[in-house]
C-alpha cells in the first residue's frame, strides 16, 4: 500500500477505493444508517495501520469510540483521535485514542485548530501518512453557525485533507435543510453517497455520485462486514 493507492472499504460496501486528497458527503435521513457509514469508512482502514480523526457533534467521544469498537472488533484507539464538541464533561475518563473537547459547536476556530494538530500527530504515525477523517455531523453543526460560517469550516478543512493526500467523509441529514443549503454544503465534496433506508437484508442502501469507477443504482450495505 502506498500514498497513491486509493482508499479502500470492507466487503460489505460496495463503494470501490476512493483517491486520495477526495471529500465525500454521506447523505440520509436520521432514521438510516448513514452517520453509522460515515464512521466505518472512516475505520476501515485501521486494522491495516492507517489513522482516523472524528470531529463529533452530535454524540460524546465514549460513544462514537464504542461505536467503532462494535463494527470493527479490531480497531485500534492508538491509531484515532476524537475531537468531542458534545459539550459534555469528559470527567477522569481514560481512553486509547486521542480526544479533545470543544465546549460549544459554535467554536468553529477552536475545533479547526484542534483538528490540525491532532491530523498532525496522526499523520506521522499513520501508515504512509494515510489519515482518514470523519465529520459527524454537518447538519448538526447547521443549528449553531450560520450558512457561510459552515461553508467556509467545511471547504477549509476539505482543502486540508485534499493538501495531505487524506480522506474525508462528512454526514449530512439532507431532509433538515433546504435544497440550497445541501446543494452549498456539496461544493466542498468531490462526490456524494446516499443513504437509504432498505426492506432487504443488510442495513440499508447507498448509492454513490460523482465518484469515478463506482456501481451504478442502489447497493445494499452492511456497516463493519468483514474483509
Sequence with gaps: MSRDDGYGFAAGLPVEPIAPG??????????????????????????????????????????????CERTHPDFDGERAAVIDCSGQDLGQAQFEAQVRSVSTQSDLTGIGMKASALYESLYTSATEGRVR???????????????????????????RIDSADGLGVFAIDPTTHDTQTVNTLSQVADGRVDVREADGEGDGELRVRGLRDQPDGWQPFVVGAAD
Design 133 to 159: 477523517s470523519s465529520l459527524v455531523s454537518l447538519s448538526s453543526l447547521s443549528m449553531y453557525v450560520d450558512l457561510r460560517s459552515l461553508y467556509q469550516f467545511a471547504q477549509t478543512l476539505s482543502g
Design 22 to 67: 477526495s471529500t465525500v458527503l454521506v447523505a440520509g435521513p436520521a432514521l438510516s444508517r448513514a452517520e453509522d457509514l460515515a464512521l466505518s469508512m472512516a475505520v476501515d482502514g485501521n486494522a491495516a495501520g492507517e489513522a482516523s480523526l472524528f470531529i463529533s457533534t452530535n454524540m460524546t467521544c465514549k460513544t462514537l469510540l464504542g461505536t
